[in-house]
């Protein structure tokens, strides 16, 4: 009777968590939607003279606000625009003449599957990285492995990128270029995901498959090695406060091994740290992508806003920064759910 007293109270501490959770969700996403509305009502760029250019009539100027709503109060216009949001309606893009929703449906796999990618080798090796770090801390390997870390944090990623072009494509030639696929290919792959990987494989195009790859090398390579560089030095830290813990201390005095303590003690006791390190290297790479894309000509959602930036396209502008704002506040609760859930000592 007991048992089941308990199992039924830990699944509604459980329920509870996930409840606060998606509340808290709900309530940042609301938040997020005011304040990039906010800003997009009153920012200098006017998007009727977007549309209608400088030298049109008072009467097609007013004619165009009219049917935009922007003649309306504030507060309706917000309903309005929250309204077809619940639609799908993004507006449409005044720089490519196309609804913003489909623009991104176009862009945003491509950021994804290049974040996605870098992650999983920048957060796998940052681990590692950072696990020997607090291992042999000191030597001359902690000393190596902190300066390649020091480095992937100051310079440029822009002037980073520009450099691996300039090596891996242009000189040496063991990569592709640019962008997603090469010409030969960039017409002749039916998109079906958005995902370059995947359509390739589907396409049975073996040759496109491994071009694609190559194309991925360069990008996916510097947005990792920044990842790799931010996961390993708070990993090493994290596993170093765990150093002189009561549970380590009788670990040691059983004769465990110090790299077991640190892979079967220590770190499950900091995936707390290690899920919350991991989800901000993610929601950076998905935000902070703008610089790498536009080095690399990748087709991804910052390239997309970096041109509607220079276009004045604020409806682009405001689609792209909700969708990114979106990733940002989902990763971030989905990440303190599972961490509440999986830690008993947080409930």
């Known amino acids: 009777m007991t048992t089941v007293i308990n199992s039924s109270s830990r699944l509604k501490e459980k329920l509870a968590t996930l409840a606060q959770g998606i509340l808290t969700l709900i309530l940042t996403l609301l938040g997020l939607l005011i304040i990039t509305f906010t800003l997009?009502?009153?920012s200098p760029v006017d998007p009727v003279l977007q549309i209608v250019g400088d030298h049109a009539s008072i009467e097609t100027y007013n004619q165009v606000k009219h049917e935009l709503g922007l003649d309306q109060p504030i507060y309706l216009q917000f309903f309005h625009y929250v309204g077809a949001l619940i639609q799908g309606d993004f507006g449409t893009a005044t720089s490519t003449g196309q609804p913003v929703f489909d623009d991104?449906?176009?862009?945003?796999p491509a950021t994804l599957e290049l974040a996605t990618i870098a992650l999983f080798f920048g957060a796998?090796?940052?681990i590692i990285f950072g696990v020997l770090c607090a291992r042999f801390a000191g030597t001359p390997l902690d000393f190596i492995l902190r300066i390649v870390t020091l480095l992937g944090s100051s310079v440029p990623i822009f002037w980073l990128g520009l450099i691996l072009l300039l090596?891996?494509?242009a000189t040496l030639q063991w990569t592709a270029g640019p962008g997603r696929l090469d010409d030969i290919y960039q017409f002749t792959i039916t998109p079906v995901t958005g995902f370059v990987l995947i359509d390739t494989l589907l396409?049975?195009?073996k040759d496109a498959f491994i071009n694609a790859l190559s194309h991925l090398i360069l990008p996916v390579s510097l947005l990792a090695y920044f990842a790799l560089a931010s996961i390993t030095r708070l990993t090493r830290s994290a596993c170093l406060n765990e150093m002189d813990k009561e549970y380590v201390t009788?670990?040691?005095?059983?004769?465990v091994s110090e790299i077991r303590i640190l892979f079967f003690h220590i770190l499950p006791n900091i995936r707390g740290v290690l899920l919350t390190i991991i989800a901000l290297a993610y929601t950076n790479m998905l935000e902070g992508a703008v610089l790498t894309e536009?080095?690399?000509s990748w087709p991804g959602i910052g390239r997309y806003l970096t041109t509607a930036l220079f276009a004045g396209d604020s409806t682009a502008i405001m689609g792209g920064t909700l969708v990114i704002g979106l990733c940002f506040v989902l990763i971030n609760n989905m990440t303190d759910i599972i961490i509440r859930l999986t830690d008993p000592r947080l409930r």
């Open 40 to 42: 997009s009502a009153f």
């Open 104 to 108: 991104l449906l176009s862009t945003f």
């Open 167 to 169: 090596l891996f494509y």
């Open 203 to 205: 396409s049975g195009d």
């Open 124 to 126: 796998s090796l940052g």
């Open 294 to 296: 536009t080095v690399f």
């Open 250 to 255: 009788l670990a040691r005095a059983k004769g």
